[in-house]
């Protein structure tokens, strides 16, 4: 979607069109590429469909002069990494759509490893609390983490030193947002929407006012930020959207570009 000059009404019904077209799709068969890239790829669209209808229900809910700008940052940007994560996987949509579904068991390591390692813990609140974790989660599927995790762990180990890479690809969000032509979207869009994920600075500047008699602290929203969560929400759905139609032949880039006004 090109970057223009609209207000947050027009973003919030480009939006809404958008999602309209969305919930239109009907998957009749599985893509060529198998089920797992089909389940993928739909769950990545529900996913997207949930994040726009929330900032469209926040909206609703709290107008334009209060809505949680703040918040909608943080739910429209799992939708670029959503947008980068499809489009990278549809270049080799089976064995990627695997080797992401695969992770799932290193992750599961992952998680019941540091459970495990907190059950010794100096602080006696939470050693009584991984215990329990441990006990009612982890303990019943020891076994079955861990045979899982021996199975694939090789799939993801480090060149260097042996260990399992931190994410499925191996790659971070913004190796893979070059490589399917998104390297702008990620050091403009991405890196600004960041700044609410990490709570650094400029999040605490939402709420701040400085005026002629001192600084005041108000849940009051800028208008460039309520309509900077409608535009964010705007390119990112529409650019997936697009290869999603693409991929599963239901509509074209000239549909989605209707939407758009």
Known sequence: MAIRGLNSQQHREILNRLV?????????????AGPEYTSLMVCFLNHCLMAADSLLHLHESFGDEYFPTTVGYIIVRPMFEIDVTAHYITKDPSVRAHQYIEYESVIKKHQMDACGKHRQSKKPDWRE??????????????????????????????????????????????????????????????????????????????????????????????EADTGGVFRYADIFLSCFLTLFGNEFNLWTKEIVNSCLG
Request: with cysteine; glycine share 4%.
């Open 20 to 32: 309209h077209l969305a919930k239109s799709a009907k998957i009749k068969q599985l893509h060529q």
């Open 129 to 222: 609390g991984m215990e329990m974790i441990w006990n009612y989660e982890w303990a019943p599927i020891e076994k079955q983490v861990n045979a899982k995790y021996d199975s694939v762990c090789s799939h993801f180990s480090a060149s260097k030193n042996g260990k399992t890479i931190r994410n499925w690809s191996g790659k971070s969000i913004r190796q893979m947002a070059i490589e399917v032509d998104h390297e702008e979207a990620y050091d403009v869009f991405y890196a600004d929407l960041s700044s609410f994920t990490h709570a650094d600075v400029r999040l605490a500047d939402r709420f701040l006012r400085l005026e002629s008699d001192g600084m005041s602290w108000t849940l009051q929203a800028h």
